[in-house]
C-alpha cells in the first residue's frame, strides 16, 4: 500500500464547519507535507511540518505529527466553498540517498456546501 | 513571487511519438523534481536533480530521460510513447540539497509545484 494513506477518502461538509483529514505513513521521515489540489490543476503547498515538530499551524490550517503513531492530521477551521479541492499528504524519507523526493498519499476529496 | 514555470501546459501527441517537458525552477533554488499524475492517482515520484547531477530515481520508465542544465531548467524527454503515459506531469523545486541551508532555512525542503502538463496521447 500507499506510503501515505489518507482518510476519510471523501469528506462532505457544510460551510464554517471543521474539516479534520488524517495521513499515515510507514517509514521514518524527515518532513512532511500537506497540499491542495483543484480538479486537473497543480499542487499548492500548504504547510510543512518537520519530524521534530508536533503542531503547526497557518492561518485557519492546523496540522500535528505523531511520530510514534507514523500519522498527521490536517485540521481546517471555519471551511468555506473555496476549501473544496483534494487534500494530499506527501512525506520525504529521512536519511539515506532519497532525501527529498515525495511520496504522495492518496488523498482526500473535500466538498464544502455553501 | 516567482513560481515554478512549466511548458508547454498541454500536449497532444500519437503513440510511438517523442515529447519532451520543460521545466524552469523557481530562481535560486537547487532540486528539481519530477512527478506523474494518472488519472484519479496521487503523484508518483520520477525522478529529481540536484545541481545538475541525478539525485534520486523513481518510477520512471527506461523510455524516459531527464537531465538539469547549467541554467538549473530541467527537460524530461518522453520516447515511444504510450497510451498509458497520458497524465499530468507535474515539476517541482525546493532549495534543498545543502544541509547547512536545511539547518538555517526554515523553508528548505518545501517543494512548489508548478501547473503541471497535461500528456494526452491518442
Known amino acids: 500500500s500507499q506510503q501515505g494513506e489518507e482518510d476519510p477518502q471523501a469528506l462532505s461538509i457544510q460551510e464554517g464547519e471543521n474539516a479534520t483529514m488524517n495521513c499515515s505513513y510507514k517509514t521514518s521521515i524527515n518532513n512532511l507535507q500537506w497540499y491542495r489540489q483543484n480538479s486537473g490543476r497543480g499542487l499548492v503547498h500548504l504547510i510543512l511540518i518537520r519530524s521534530n515538530e508536533r503542531e503547526k499551524h497557518s492561518g485557519r490550517l492546523r496540522v500535528t505529527l505523531d511520530t510514534s503513531k507514523k500519522s498527521s492530521s490536517l485540521l481546517i477551521t471555519a471551511s468555506r466553498a473555496a476549501d473544496t479541492a483534494s487534500y494530499f499528504c506527501?512525506?520525504?524519507?529521512?536519511?539515506?540517498?532519497?532525501?527529498?523526493?515525495?511520496?504522495f498519499g492518496q488523498g482526500t476529496i473535500l466538498t464544502v456546501h455553501p | 513571487a516567482a513560481g515554478v514555470i512549466q511548458s508547454p501546459r498541454h500536449l497532444i501527441k500519437e503513440k510511438r511519438e517523442t515529447a519532451t517537458l520543460k521545466c524552469y525552477p523557481i530562481?535560486?533554488?537547487?532540486?528539481v523534481y519530477w512527478y506523474q499524475q494518472g488519472p484519479g492517482q496521487d503523484p508518483q515520484f520520477l525522478i529529481s536533480f540536484y545541481e545538475k547531477m541525478q539525485s534520486d530515481k523513481g518510477s520512471i520508465p527506461d523510455r524516459f530521460s531527464a537531465q538539469q542544465f547549467s541554467d538549473y531548467h530541467s527537460e524530461l524527454n518522453m520516447s515511444s510513447l504510450e497510451l498509458g503515459d497520458s497524465a499530468l506531469y507535474f515539476c517541482?523545486?525546493?532549495?534543498?540539497?545543502?544541509?547547512?541551508?536545511?539547518?538555517?532555512?526554515?523553508?528548505?525542503?518545501?517543494?512548489?509545484f508548478g501547473p503541471g502538463t497535461r500528456l494526452t496521447v491518442l
Open positions: 506527501a512525506t520525504a524519507n529521512a536519511g539515506g540517498t532519497s532525501y527529498g523526493k515525495l511520496t
Open positions: 530562481p535560486r533554488h537547487d532540486t
Open positions: 517541482a523545486s525546493s532549495r534543498t540539497g545543502q544541509a547547512k541551508v536545511r539547518r538555517r532555512d526554515p523553508f528548505a525542503d518545501t517543494q512548489y
